[in-house]
T-cell receptor
Framework: DTEVTQTPKHLVMGMTNKKSLKCEQH?????MYWYKQKAKKPPELMFV???????INESVPSRFSPECPNSSLLNLHLHALQPEDSALYLC?????????????FGPGTRLTVL | TQLLEQSPQFLSIQEGENLTVYCNSS?????LQWYRQEPGEGPVLLVT?????EVKKLKRLTFQFGDARKDSSLHITAAQPGDTGLYLC?????????FGKGTKLSVIP
């Protein structure tokens, strides 16, 4: 199984809503990542989890809250988002976070904030 | 964090034509990855190049890594509509991938 799955595929939410994005991998990878991608731009790193601990936060606003319940799961909790947060949110995983190993990406969640 | 320059930014060609896209940096790459991303999907890894001068082939795609490991190219032979997508190069540094801005390729039937 070399797949990273993400749910939901599409999400529309208001600025006062609370929602969560989910990511799962069963490759035994110990590093997991959240990226944000705006239209016609490359993915931008948001968070890195290494061995279930948050190791990198790229100055992401607190309205985005990541969580890694176990080595296979990664969540991104959303609260009080702004319309400019609308984007494709990508999850990725790799064997570890050393940079030596390839990252495998999920299909993304297309988020629209109204 | 080094900057990766990709060119061209956009490319629209007819089915059957050949094309080359480029990825350049002012610094030496530790390793370089090429991804293809289709609209609404995540990037899919095509290849990783590590050694200067390396050439890798994936069906109609040929990847070259410059001798000095500061540039790379992707050549597609006889492009097909299924090749349409955003081609991203990325350097795998510690903890993160640094992506170029990508080349958006459209292959017209």
């Amino acid at each position: 199984d070399t797949e990273v799955t993400q749910t939901p595929k599409h999400l529309v939410m208001g600025m006062t809503n609370k929602k969560s994005l989910k990511c799962e991998q069963h490759m035994g990878h110990r590093a997991m990542y959240w990226y944000k991608q705006k239209a016609k731009k490359p993915p931008e790193l948001m968070f890195v989890y290494s061995y279930e601990k948050l190791s990198i936060n790229e100055s992401v606003p607190s309205r985005f809250s990541p969580e890694c319940p176990n080595s296979s799961l990664l969540n991104l909790h959303l609260h009080a988002l702004q319309p400019e947060d609308s984007a494709l949110y990508l999850c990725a995983s790799s064997q570890d976070s050393s940079g030596i190993y390839e990252q495998f990406f999920g299909p993304g969640t297309r988020l629209t904030v109204l | 964090t080094q900057l990766l320059e990709q060119s061209p930014q956009f490319l629209s060609i007819q089915e059957g034509e050949n094309l080359t896209v480029y990825c350049n940096s002012s610094s030496v790459f530790s390793s370089l990855q090429w991804y293809r991303q289709e609209p609404g999907e995540g990037p899919v890894l095509l290849v990783t190049v590590v050694t200067g001068g390396e050439v890798k082939k994936l069906k109609r795609l040929t990847f070259q890594f410059g001798d000095a490991r500061k540039d790379s190219s992707l050549h597609i032979t006889a492009a097909q509509p299924g090749d349409t997508g955003l081609y991203l190069c990325a350097e795998a540094g510690s903890y993160q991938l640094t992506f170029g801005k990508g080349t958006k390729l459209s292959v017209i039937p």
